[in-house]
C-alpha cells in the first residue's frame, strides 16, 4: 500500500531549529511533487512549501520564505523540509503529501497523505 511517512517534529524553543522528514513506501516519490501543509488548532490548513518531481521548482509562503528550506533525495525516497528561526507561530502538525509531478496551492488534488508530525514552538 502507497502510503507517505512524516518524521522529525518535537518541541523546541523559539529561534530553534528541526528537520522534517517526509518518506513514501510503495510508490516512487522521484514521479511526485511534494508539498508541505501545516494546521494549528483551530485554523485552516495552509500550504507552506513545494518541490515538483525533479526539484527543480520551489514554492515558499510568504510566512515562512528565507526560514524553510524544502529539498529531496529520491535516491532514498524521502524528501525533507528543514525549518530554523522557529517561532511559535509555527506550532501546528505538519503534513506531507504527494501528487503527480507538479505542485499545487490546492491541497485537494494531492492524492497521498501522511499522519502528521506535530512541531511545538516555546516562547
Known amino acids: 500500500q502507497a502510503q507517505v511517512v512524516e518524521a522529525g517534529g518535537g518541541l523546541v524553543q523559539a529561534g530553534g531549529s528541526l528537520r522534517l522528514s517526509c518518506t513514501a513506501s510503495g510508490l516512487t516519490l522521484g514521479r511526485y511533487a511534494v508539498g508541505w501543509f501545516r494546521q494549528a488548532p483551530g485554523k485552516e490548513r495552509e500550504g507552506v512549501s513545494c518541490?515538483?518531481?525533479?526539484?527543480?521548482?520551489?514554492y515558499y509562503s510568504d510566512s515562512v520564505k528565507g526560514r524553510f528550506t524544502i529539498s529531496r533525495d529520491n535516491a532514498k525516497n524521502t524528501l525533507y523540509l528543514q525549518i530554523d528561526s522557529l517561532k511559535p507561530e509555527d506550532t501546528a502538525m505538519y503534513f506531507c503529501?504527494?501528487?503527480?509531478?507538479?505542485?499545487?496551492?490546492?491541497?485537494?488534488?494531492?492524492?497521498?497523505w501522511g499522519q502528521g508530525t506535530q512541531v511545538t514552538v516555546s516562547s
Open positions: 503529501a504527494a501528487r503527480f509531478y507538479y505542485c499545487s496551492g490546492s491541497s485537494t488534488v494531492y492524492n497521498y
Open positions: 518541490i515538483d518531481y525533479i526539484g527543480r521548482t520551489e
